[in-house]
């Protein structure tokens, strides 16, 4: 049975039995935005798209709006017991030390 999980009021993961498909919601339809041979690279691929979307205006905004989403999108991924952590900077300089994301599945750690 295909994975056909709603991310978030725009945005759709989906499978087939060979690939992981990540879809926008169109006027009258989901139309593919992706393709993709791991689920990794389309959280990725889905945080990218997420972040230039956003309105921010300053780095301070861009790192509270990815936590939002990143929160929304673990809730989302529950199904596959998948979540998605960031680490914090060592520094208080975000420029020189962004958050890393990590992909957890089944306690394994993964960088994304």
């Known amino acids: 049975m295909p994975v056909k999980i709603q991310l978030d009021s725009r945005y759709w993961l989906m499978s087939d039995s060979s690939q ?59 199904p596959l017991e998948i979540s998605i952590e960031t680490k914090k900077p060592l520094k208080n300089n975000t420029i020189n030390n962004p958050p890393q994301e990590k992909l957890v599945q089944d306690g394994n750690k993964s960088k994304m």
């Open 20 to 78: 992981w498909i990540l879809a926008e919601k169109g006027i009258d339809r989901l139309q593919v935005e992706g393709y993709y041979c791991t689920i990794e690279r389309l959280l990725k691929s889905y945080l990218d798209k997420k972040m230039r979307d956003s309105k921010a205006d300053s780095i301070h905004s861009l790192l509270e709006y990815i936590k939002l989403v990143l929160t929304r999108l673990n809730k989302a991924l529950q």
